[in-house]
């Protein structure tokens, strides 16, 4: 079964950058376009960014666009996302998953049921 392990998250203040990692087995990872998604206190777990199995294509979630970046490495099975400029509200719990393109601009799902311990970013001064 596919599994993920996220790791990367630290507490920071703002406008600091984290990079997160997501080691990715159990399916093919160079098949399949990833996404990261994060979950915040209360709050349902939403999309971040995703990338092309191939690297070349990405999204990004508004409040994404212009301060993360989304990149994997085929070779390792891994998944990354770079977080810069860091806001209080970007604190939450960040997981990393497959996903399944739907018709819609951002309309993307995650592809496996399971999903891995998260990693946890906290952003406060």
């Known amino acids: 079964e596919a599994q993920f392990v996220e790791s990367g998250g630290g507490l920071v203040q703002p406008g600091d950058s984290l990079k997160l990692s997501c080691v990715c087995s159990?399916?093919?990872?160079?098949?399949?376009?990833m996404g990261w998604f994060r979950q915040a206190p209360g709050k349902e777990r939403e999309l971040v960014a995703v990338?092309?199995?191939?690297?070349?294509?990405?999204n990004y979630t508004d409040f994404a666009k212009g301060r993360f970046t989304i990149s994997r490495d085929n070779a390792k099975n891994t998944l990354y996302l770079q977080m810069n400029s860091l806001k209080s509200e970007d604190t939450a719990v960040y997981y990393c998953?497959?996903?399944?393109?739907?018709?819609?601009?951002?309309?993307?799902?995650?592809?496996?049921?399971?999903w891995g311990q998260g990693t946890q970013v906290t952003v406060s001064s």
């Open positions: 990338i092309r199995s191939t690297g070349t294509e990405t």
């Open positions: 998953n497959a996903v399944d393109k739907g018709v819609g601009t951002m309309a993307f799902s995650s592809r496996f049921a399971n």
């Open positions: 159990g399916f093919a990872f160079n098949l399949y376009r």
